[in-house]
């Protein structure tokens, strides 16, 4: 394999994906990081949890997503009193056949959009979280398998906490990422405001992927070459975090491979055949911000946070 | 690994190996059955509990008991074959047997280290016998060969490859080096050697002896072995005045001489120095006596010595090790008068013997009264007796000295410096026996003597009047080659030692002399650098440092000192994070990145190569290009692993100059 046979091969991926990002952005104006960020998550069949202040577009982005790339999706809005049966699905007394007929909860399609995740009680996230891990749910001492490709987007709202049942970090670590909107610039809020209803566009979009090609991307991920000067970098960057005191808890093995399939995804995004180091940094805001803490006695964390901090710490091997 | 895990076949290999080769040089030195012994110790380890596992682990009281009794019986052996259980060689013969036992019995973890530092004991051990070059390097060897048994022991999920374990374990050693370096600089240094060596060490050793009788040294000529080296600060003189002066020996019966008892007149006379002095190092081989050799008349005594009332010069204590020091000598000197009593003993004669003798001294005397005339005289009755020189005289039973002078005329030095003594003693003039060497071996390629055992000689001193004692070599008039050429000319061709085949080939007889030279001067820079550095040494080493005045505590805290240097810089070595294998690519990317920095943009520690490509193109638009064509290269070799690329990487970022750019810039 030469070099320009991998350019062309990779080009035509990239051509793919170009398109579920042009679609995409169409609808989330100004966000084509956050946008790249969600797609690079999902080929690397990890779980997206969205972060930020309601009216952002959270879940706007969540449901353009799920249709760009022509996938069946349900959307279930968490409240405190959501139960597990609720999510999952119930069995139900037949009288007729007089069996229990399954019924299959939100949870059996291949986007889950859970909207403020915070807001449901322990036991039922811990039922959503279960499944995330598991790829199955097993109600009635019967186990089911969820279809393929399945992924929860989640959202949350990091103010009003009050009533809120926050994530313990052990949860938290079953999302692959956890990005973060933020206000849309001066030209893209013109264009927004401007623009017609969302919710319109919404309803128009095509799918430009199905479920099969995405399976299909989400195998091509591991042709992405990793070097060992990757591993090296990636290896001194986990070191880092454990053995340098700055961090509560390092990071945990869990996280080091989250972050180099969330690299090999971003680095396919973009074409290219291997992973380098811009790729890990790019990506490493996004897949280790929910998992690392400050110590209390860090001087940089007024300024930066803590996935910069760590990046602007370790030299590249 | 726990403490009781089992030994497997691999380790027992390294472990016997390590054992059987560090007490190989024993072998020869041990009784036969020592040896045979130990192998048969070591083999049984090896093969008996892997050819035969159940016979192993079932018969552990046979073992047990067949463990004892090698034991009991090795000791009690030993003991049978030295006489004492104390002492080096029977000290040694006790290890090499208990080693190969230790082997034995070698069952877990523990077992294999205990067995491991007796190996590196008896190693030390050889140190005992030779403190050569060769065995310094086999010993050398040996230890690479334990530290990689050991290695290769602590190495349970076998990583490493036989030679990566040689070469830890030769890096080990090398890495000791300068340790090794402080400590023989600055460990406080004793006369002689850091432990006593053991009586019996000194067995077998030929050289000078206090006494003379016929045979003594002819036998002596007989040797090859070096008796000491010479180096002189100037012009090396004469053969023929290189009269290396040992004992003095005063009293015979007739056949034998010895030092005599000490009498009470000990005066020296008053030496009164003049000409030119000769200054020059000896370095002396051991030989557990006390003299030391020097040219007449010595002025200069090194230290821990003395010069007795007839010039002798001796050691405080007996030479059990080699041991260099410097002498000045003068060839000319006058002597002060000595008393009616001292000289007395220089005229005693056995009360019976020797008629003829006598008689030709009285005859002697009656003619010519003055001493020096007499001396001429008899001398001139050698030279025309048709005296013969040689190494094998024939026996003299009866009277020895009648005999030699007057029947059978053949003899070797000791001969003729013994009859003339007794002749001039009982012509009225005090003389004495001299024995020590005569001449010495030219080194050229290290410009030194070298004086073996085969320069022994003897003569005769006699006291004249005038010019107080004068060396008469008696040897000299019989066989003036002797003492002109040197020993080489006048005795067979045997003891010079060439090689079988060379005999006639000039050209190859000179390139092994060359070589044995060579040989023999690395040799001789060992004698005086390593083995030789003595408290003299040592002291003078250390003021070329600057350190005056200096005592054991002050070496201690220097040896302390140094030896925290040198740890501190190992550790801070050893502690330093091990840096990666430097990937080929990386060094030329680290070179073009040194050069860019440079030019004034450093590359951040965290910035990766697209997004430095990045901002340099944006800083520099007109390195744009070479930017991105390199640092596309680097990736393509670094990240995307294909290394068919390196060459054209190394040769873009040899010839990429940014620093020319910018005064067109500025």
Redesign the interface.
């Known amino acids: 394999m030469n ?1 320009t046979e991998d350019m062309n091969s990779a080009s035509a991926q990239a051509a793919k994906l170009k398109n579920v990002i042009d679609a995409t952005s169409k609808i989330i104006l100004g966000k084509s990081t956050a946008i790249k960020l969600a797609l690079a998550c999902i080929i690397a069949k990890g779980h997206l949890l969205i972060e930020d202040t309601p009216g952002v577009g959270k879940t706007t982005l969540a449901h353009t997503l799920a249709k760009v790339l022509g996938l069946q999706y349900q959307r279930i809005q968490f409240t405190s009193d959501l139960l597990p049966a609720d999510i999952l699905g119930v069995s139900v007394y037949n009288r007729d056949t007089s069996k229990f007929d399954f019924h299959q909860g939100p949870i059996f399609s291949n986007v889950l959009l859970a909207d403020e995740i915070n807001r449901a009680t322990p036991r039922t996230q811990s039922a959503l979280l279960e499944a995330m891990a598991e790829h199955q749910v097993t109600i009635d001492n019967e186990t089911r398998t969820l279809p393929d490709p399945f992924f929860v987007i989640a959202t949350q709202n990091p103010l009003n906490q009050i009533g809120t049942f926050p994530l313990p970090e052990s949860q938290l670590d079953r999302f692959l990422m956890r990005i973060e909107l933020g206000y849309p610039d001066s030209t893209a809020e013109r264009e927004l405001l401007n623009g017609k209803d969302r919710k319109e566009l919404l309803e128009e979009i095509e799918a430009v992927l199905s479920a099969a090609e995405l399976i299909q991307l989400q195998k091509e991920l591991e042709q992405v ?1 990793v ?4 591993l ?1 970098y990636l290896q001194d960057l986990l070191e880092f975090s454990r053995a340098s005191g700055d961090y509560l808890h390092g990071l945990s093995p869990r996280a080091g491979i989250a972050v180099l399939s969330a690299a090999k995804a971003w680095a396919y995004i973009h074409a290219h ?6 790729d890990i ?1 790019a990506i490493l805001p996004s897949v280790i911000g929910h998992r690392l803490q400050f110590n209390y006695e860090v001087s940089d964390k007024e300024v930066l946070k803590p996935a910069e901090h760590l ?7 | 690994m726990s403490n009781k895990s089992q030994l497997n076949l691999n380790n027992i290999i390294w472990l016997a190996l390590g054992i059987g080769l560090a007490s190989f040089p024993h072998w020869q030195r041990l009784p036969v059955w020592i040896p045979l012994l130990h192998l048969a110790l070591l083999m049984t380890r090896v093969l008996l509990p892997f050819k035969l596992p159940l016979f192993w682990k079932k018969q552990k009281t046979v073992i047990n008991i067949l463990r004892l009794i090698v034991m009991f019986g090795g000791v009690f052996a030993i003991y049978g074959s030295y006489g004492t259980l104390a002492g080096r060689d029977v000290g040694v013969a006790l290890l090499v047997m208990l080693a190969a036992l230790k082997v034995f019995e070698s069952k877990s973890r523990r077992d294999y280290y205990i067995s491991t530092y007796l190996g590196y004991f008896l190693i030390i051990t050889n140190f005992f016998y030779s403190q050569t070059i060769p065995t310094a390097s086999y010993m050398m060897l040996v230890i690479v060969i334990m530290t990689a048994g050991l290695i290769n022991f602590n190495d349970t999920e076998q990583q490493l490859t036989l030679l990566q374990r040689f070469k830890l374990s030769s890096t080990l050693l090398i890495q000791a080096i300068p340790i090794l370096l402080v400590l023989f600089i600055f460990f406080p240094r004793i006369n002689g050697p850091l432990w006593g060596i053991p009586k019996d060490a000194f067995t077998g050793i030929t050289g000078i002896d206090d006494q003379m009788s016929p045979g003594t040294i002819s036998k002596l000529v007989q040797s090859r072995e070096v008796a000491f080296r010479v180096s002189f600060e100037g012009a090396i003189p004469k053969q023929s005045t290189l009269y290396w002066r040992g004992p003095v020996l005063w009293q015979t019966d007739g056949r034998k001489w010895t030092t005599g008892k000490n009498e009470s007149d000990q005066r020296m006379a008053p030496i009164d120095y003049t000409g030119e002095p000769i200054r020059y190092d000896v370095t002396i081989e051991p030989t557990n006596k006390k003299w030391l050799f020097g040219l007449e008349m010595i002025s200069t005594l090194p230290d821990n010595s003395y010069l007795t009332h007839d010039f002798q010069l001796k050691s405080l204590e007996p030479l059990r090790a080699r041991k260099a020091f410097s002498l000045t000598s003068h060839s000319t000197y006058k002597l002060g008068t000595l008393s009616e009593t001292y000289l007395e003993r220089g005229l005693r004669l056995p009360e019976t013997g020797h008629p003829k003798t006598r008689k030709l001294a009285s005859t002697l005397r009656d003619e010519f009264h003055d001493p020096e005339a007499i001396l001429n005289a008899a001398l001139n009755w050698l030279e025309k007796g048709n005296f013969v020189y040689t190494l094998q005289p024939p026996l003299m039973t009866e009277d020895m000295i009648d005999e030699f002078l007057f029947d059978k005329r053949q003899g070797f030095c000791e001969h003729y410096a013994s009859a003339f003594t007794i002749l001039m003693r009982a012509a009225g003039i005090p003389a004495r026996v001299v024995t020590g060497y005569l001449g010495g071996e030219l080194n050229p390629v290290g410009n030194y003597l070298i004086v073996r055992q085969y320069h022994a000689h003897a003569w005769t001193e006699v006291w004249l009047e005038k010019q107080g004692w004068v060396r008469v070599d008696p040897t000299a008039i019989v066989s003036p080659g002797r003492v002109n050429e040197g020993i080489e000319s006048s005795i067979p061709e045997a003891i010079i030692d060439i090689p079988l085949g060379l005999e006639n080939n000039d050209a190859a007889i000179r390139v092994w002399q060359r070589l044995r030279n060579t040989v023999d001067m690395i040799n001789y820079q060992w004698a005086q650098w390593v083995l030789g550095y003595s408290p003299e040494r040592q002291k003078l080493f250390l003021q070329s440092l600057g350190f005056d005045s200096i005592d054991w505590k002050k070496i201690t805290a220097l040896l302390l000192f140094f030896l925290g240097l040198v740890v501190t810089v190992i550790a801070t070595y050893v502690f330093k994070k091990a840096p ?1 294998s430097t ?1 080929p690519a ?1 060094a030329c990317y680290d070179v073009f990145c040194k050069k860019l920095a440079r030019a004034g943009l450093p590359r951040k ?7 430095y490509a990045q901002r340099l193109s944006n800083e520099r638009a007109e390195l744009g290009n070479q930017v991105k064509s390199i640092t596309d290269l680097y ?2 070799v ?4 294909n290394h068919g690329k390196l060459a054209q990487l190394k040769k873009a970022i040899r010839s990429f100059t940014p620093n020319k750019i910018i005064p067109n810039q500025s």
């Open positions: 070099m070459h070097a060992d000067a990757i090296d055949q291997h992973v380098l180091p811009e940094q990046i602007q710490q370790v030299p590249i091997p | 990666r990937d990386k520690s965290h910035e990766g190569p697209v997004d990736i393509f670094r990240y995307r692993s």
